[in-house]
């Protein structure tokens, strides 16, 4: 069955290659459906184009197919192009004309656009509850660590001391700038398209007001254009936040690899976190931030991805924009995946102490220590110059009694505020 059958058959190389994995794929957004189609349902009753009684049996069987879809045993065959045709099938199969009532005043299109809306936006608010779990675990590692020191680095070379504190809850704030995309993601998503048929509006009379205080949708996407031409831009959106949660991800989890390593040795983990080596005995790899680097560095190219796929396309519908699913689903799944387990890996990290003991580390206390001259009274650019000479030397001796008092410094690492600039976005 088609939505869109006329009564004769394309060529079977047409429909494999039309269809994709957009079985598959559906079997995500098919809940969606449902809930739309329910909507619409009540819709359709309010406005007179169908009965109470039709209404009330549309409503029933769609909850009974949610049902389905919610325990795993829905299920797309090669019959169907998508959920929606499956969906429709068993509404007619069961109501007979009541079911075929369904599809009045609206398209395919727009029944689309709202069930990816609706997915997107349920997917982003699991997303930003899930960042959270990890910005908490973040936050409390900053405090049980606050006063361990750890060398900090630029360009690789020891920098300046640094500490856990500063490091743990370095990402835990990065991770509130990733929520401020996730949130404008949210704000693109959160407007009901439903209505907007195949880009150009119905000649019934519907009540677009109903389905979107039905669907819990914040506002309209008014314009039957614009809310077709959304269509690619809300995925870009998505992925844009979860592009820049990726990237935190990242980068803590190189930090991690780097400094599980022998070389660095700051951190380690409980065995049954690593892997080891075919060959070699001694070997505790960190496979998991590994992966959840690689991961997450495709996730940075999905934007790019859905851009050059719907770059230039005029307005209106095209079949490119059933592609955007392939790049976005999998990818907010990926993204869970991986916010999952560096939250329950990070919880069981083993910090190293006294690691700036190592005489090795004494040049990361160079600042602090001309600091102290020009706070005696000496000129800051003389005390440069001196620090300098006294370290060509082999002279230095390091002041290792620092105090960091600013806001934001590893001695006032202004915990309570990071956590208030999280709780405004809750």
């Not at 819990?216 to 690619?232: C, D, H, I």
């Not at 600091?371 to 390091?398: C, H, S, W």
Request: charged share 25%; glycine share 6%.
């Amino acid at each position: 069955m088609k939505l869109w059958d006329k009564g004769f058959s394309t060529d079977k190389k047409i429909d494999i290659f039309t269809v994709g994995s957009d079985r598959e794929l559906d079997l995500v957004i098919a809940k969606y459906d449902v809930l739309a189609s329910i909507a619409h349902a009540k819709m359709l009753h309010k406005i007179g184009l169908i009965t109470e009684k039709e209404a009330i049996n549309l409503v029933k069987e769609l909850e009974n197919i949610g049902e389905t879809v919610k325990n795993g045993t829905f299920s797309i065959d090669d019959n169907f192009e998508d959920a929606h045709s499956k969906i429709e099938f068993l509404l007619t199969e069961k109501l007979g004309d009541t079911g075929k009532r369904i599809h009045t005043a609206r398209s395919r299109n727009d029944q689309v656009l709202v069930a990816v809306n609706l997915y997107l936006k349920a997917e982003l608010e699991q997303i930003k509850n899930n960042t959270k779990e990890l910005f908490d675990v973040l936050m409390d590692l900053a405090e049980t660590h606050k006063k361990n020191l750890l060398p900090g680095y630029t360009h690789l070379q020891i920098a300046m001391p640094s500490s856990f504190g500063l490091w743990f809850s370095a990402y835990a704030e990065s991770l509130i700038d990733d929520l401020y995309f996730i949130d404008a993601a949210h704000k693109i998503v959160d407007q009901n398209p439903l209505g907007s048929a195949a880009g150009y509006g119905s000649s019934f009379p519907i009540d677009r007001d109903f389905t979107t205080k039905e669907l819990a949708f914040e506002t309209l996407k008014y314009n039957v254009v614009a809310a077709q031409m959304s269509r690619g831009k809300s995925e870009k959106s998505t992925a844009f936040g979860l592009s820049s949660i990726a990237a935190t991800l990242s980068k803590m989890s190189m930090d991690i690899c780097l400094y599980m390593s022998q070389n660095f040795d700051f951190i380690t983990f409980p065995d049954e976190l690593t892997t080891g080596s075919s060959i070699m005995p001694h070997k505790k790899n960190p496979d998991v931030f590994e992966l959840i680097r690689g991961k997450c560095n495709k996730i940075q190219a999905v934007p790019n991805q859905l851009a050059m796929l719907t770059t230039n396309l005029p307005s209106g519908y095209h079949r490119d924009l059933q592609l955007t699913k392939e790049i976005i689903v999998p990818a907010i799944q990926e993204l869970k995946s991986c916010l999952e387990m560096l939250t329950f890996s990070i919880k069981n990290i083993i910090v190293k102490e006294n690691i700036l003991d190592d005489k090795k580390y004494d040049y990361l206390f160079s600042v602090d220590t001309l600091n102290d001259l020009v706070l005696n009274g000496m000129p800051f650019r003389d005390a440069y110059k001196q620090m300098g000479e006294e370290i060509q030397r082999g002279e230095f001796t390091p002041k290792k009694d620092i105090s960091h008092s600013h806001k934001g410094s590893l001695g006032n690492l202004c915990l309570d505020e990071i956590k208030a600039k999280m709780e405004k976005l809750f």
